[in-house]
């Protein structure tokens, strides 16, 4: 198994986790956890949602880089750590009752590969 596969396995066994995405900076899936149409859906969304994000913390604060994404809504919560070549998507239940994986957790199991 590689790096990047017990990485992946490492996030997806906390609870409320529902799918990990890893992207390109064309925003093609190159690994993932999920089927193939939810895959598209969120690779395509996400990458274009990077892009913004990017282009917004340029403008607002020149010099500054986007690190960490944190998207949550009632029911869902997307987790970005973006990099120059790819991003590490992570979907997750956000309920109380749901061990959370803290962002801090996210770049630590990224960039520790």
Do not use: C
Not at 2 to 12: D, M, T, Y
Not at 50 to 59: F, L, N, T, W, Y
């Amino acid at each position: 198994m590689s790096k990047v596969e017990e990485i992946l396995n490492r996030i997806n066994t906390h609870k409320g986790v529902k799918g990990i995405l890893i992207i390109n900076q064309d925003g093609n899936a190159i690994k993932t956890t999920m089927d193939q149409k939810e895959t598209i859906e969120y690779a395509t969304l996400i990458s274009q949602f990077i892009s913004k994000a990017k282009e917004s913390v340029g403008k607002l604060w020149e010099g500054e880089e986007v690190t960490f994404l944190r998207l949550r809504s009632r029911q869902h919560e997307i987790m970005v750590a973006p990099d120059n070549n790819f991003s590490l998507i992570v979907l997750q239940n956000p309920g109380s009752d749901v061990e959370q994986i803290k962002s801090d957790q996210i770049r630590l199991l990224l960039f520790k590969a």
